[in-house]
């Protein structure tokens, strides 16, 4: 089955700044910016999209109940019927919901079997629209291939790491990448983006908040780590609205910044302006 990791969720206190940040330094564009259509579409669902050419990014208005950071992922395959089925034979116990129309790529929902949350789609379906009409190697998608700056990875973190990789790997035949023996991680691939599957442990958490299983940082490869530094300082202190959160005890922050960067392809760690966790690292 052909498979393309191409969408994940944020839900954010701020939508706009958030989709304002990955715009200002990584280069993210929306599909029409500025249009009425655009305007609609974010006073009717409280959200905006953005995408890198290949990856889409919903920035969704935190509402009652939610929780703010990275919410879910999104996979397009070229046959649902032929993924909800072997979701059905496998693992009964996972659940598959239509979504409601107004989602801009979720046509179906589903989870994994500790309870993670993706978005099912295919080519052709109608709740494709904004930045998740153009498919990759359409003639849209291939006057923008490979821009200097794109999301290369997500990290999920769950219990039990060898079952829920062959989850998303028998379900979607992803590719697993070749780790060091002694990786805990596994590194599941469509060929363009990786889903690190990680386990989650307390003990990690020592000297710091617990955070929960689930997802946790996003990757970008980047053309300099250094030429991405230098302007996301000059951005934060001409805006100070595009500043990072800070941890307010030192060795608490360093520890939570230790996890993040205990990823193989990470360089330099950082957050957005919500606090989401983002590591970069430079094309090779």
């Known amino acids: ?17 958030e989709a304002k ?4 330094v990584f280069g993210m564009k929306r599909s029409k910016p500025g249009s009425a259509e655009e305007e609609k579409a974010i006073r009717t669902n409280y959200a905006v999209s ?9 920035m969704i208005g935190r509402k009652p109940g ?3 950071g990275l919410h879910h992922f999104g996979v397009d395959v070229d046959d649902v019927g032929e993924a909800i089925a072997r979701i059905k034979k496998k693992y009964p116990e996972v659940a598959v919901l239509k979504r409601p129309s107004n989602r801009p790529f979720a046509t179906y929902g589903a989870h994994d079997p500790e309870g993670n949350y993706f978005d099912l789609t295919q080519e052709g379906m109608s709740n494709r629209r904004d930045v998740y009409t153009v498919r990759p190697g359409s003639p849209q998608a291939e006057q923008q291939r490979e821009p200097p700056r794109r999301i290369h990875h997500l990290k999920l973190r769950v219990m039990n790491a060898p079952r829920i990789a062959e989850f998303y790997r028998d379900i979607f035949d992803l590719k697993e990448a070749d780790k060091a023996l002694e990786d805990p991680n596994f590194y599941l691939t469509d060929g363009r983006m990786t889903l690190i599957i990680a386990p989650w442990k307390m003990s990690d958490f020592e000297g710091a908040g617990i955070d929960r299983p689930g997802l946790e940082h996003i990757g970008f490869q980047v053309e300099s780590v250094d030429a991405v530094r230098k302007e996301l300082a000059a951005l934060r202190e001409a805006d100070p609205e595009m500043r990072e959160r800070i941890i307010a005890e030192p060795s608490e922050g360093e520890r939570r910044l230790a996890l993040i960067a205990g990823c193989r392809h990470g360089r330099q760690q950082l957050s957005s302006p919500d606090g989401v966790f983002i590591d970069i690292y430079e094309t090779h």
């Open 1 to 17: 089955m052909l498979t393309r990791i191409q969408h994940f969720a944020i839900v954010s206190e701020n939508f706009a700044r």
């Open 21 to 24: 940040f990955y715009e200002a």
């Open 50 to 58: 953005i995408s890198d050419g290949y990856v889409g990014v919903t």
């Open 66 to 68: 939610y929780v703010p």
